[in-house]
């Protein structure tokens, strides 16, 4: 079982013309994802891959029923696009791009949460339920069907350890990239539920890094309603400097705040086993899965 995404989710590709958008659209179909037309404005009447070509999200749903959206939009159009997406009916949306503006987000978050949209992202990898669909770019051979979900704000981290495990033989029931960006769609609190009473995810994995809250957010989640199922996280960052910002999300922290040691203690004390490298993941998920 998978959440969020699986074989038979209806896909729309926001942005399918342009060339990240045919590239990974190709490469999305060729995995299983259930694709059914594209949004490009002015386009509308065309096929790309043999995909039927809509001018807006409205149109396209009317025409496929789809309840999914990707999009491979530049950064100061992505904000329009996924309010076109949830406007139109669309449930869940990936918003691949990376660089749109803060402001773009503070603005259009408020209106979307009153929406029955979900949005991954921005600036994430997107949503994988191995074996069945995928809306991103994830790579394909790192992922395998199994009992492990998996939330990480880091996309190469998530392909790290997902390999990891798919090396050990544990595959993986969805594992999803929610971005690096300080304000984003979709956190921890948001998914936890759902990974907790999926009855086909035996284990969760959480990773994370310094910087902001949610790992310590996740961690009161699991302290006040509990999950069945055993957490285990990984957080990177443990010899990152006070005040230098580091990588590609620019991760900092200052004082207590977003430090290492905050997460890992607030974690710890929610009851979830923190790992200190990828390999230890899949050496602890083994373990718990063998019980």
């Known amino acids: 079982m998978s959440i969020l995404l699986d074989r038979d989710t209806r896909v729309l590709v926001q942005g399918i013309t342009g060339q990240e958008g045919r590239f990974h659209t190709e490469l999305m179909l060729a995995y299983g994802t259930r694709i059914v037309g594209g949004v490009t404005p002015g386009k509308g009447g065309t096929r790309e891959q043999g995909l039927p070509i809509f001018n807006s999200v409205d149109e396209a749903v009317a025409a496929t029923g789809a309840e999914a959206s990707i999009l491979f939009v530049p950064p100061l159009y992505a904000a329009d696009g996924i309010a076109e997406a949830a406007a139109a009916g669309i449930r869940l949306v990936v918003a691949t791009t990376d660089g749109m503006p803060v402001h773009h987000m503070l603005r259009l978050l408020p209106w979307l949460q009153r929406t029955s949209c979900r949005l991954i992202g921005p600036n994430c990898p997107g949503i994988i339920s191995p074996g069945q669909a995928k809306l991103g ?5 790192a992922f395998a069907p199994g009992p492990v979900g998996m939330i990480s704000k880091s996309g190469s981290l998530s392909y790290e350890v997902a390999h990891c495990l798919t090396q050990a033989g544990i595959g993986q029931s969805t594992v999803a990239g929610i971005g690096g960006d300080p ?49 285990v996280a990984y957080l990177v960052g443990r010899h990152t400097p006070e005040g230098r910002r580091m990588g590609h999300p620019g991760a900092i922290w200052r004082g207590e705040s977003g430090a290492w040691q905050k997460k890992v203690a607030a974690l710890t004390a929610a009851g979830a086993v923190v790992v200190r490298s990828p390999w230890e993941v899949a050496e602890q998920v083994a373990a718990l899965t063998q019980r």
């Open 137 to 141: 770019f994830m790579p394909n051979t």
């Open 183 to 231: 304000v984003r769609g979709t956190t921890y609190t948001d998914l936890l539920p759902l990974f907790c009473t999926d009855p086909d995810t035996r284990v969760l994995v959480l990773l994370g890094e310094i910087g902001g809250v949610e790992e310590e957010r996740a961690a009161a989640w699991l302290q006040a309603n509990g999950c069945p199922k055993p957490v």
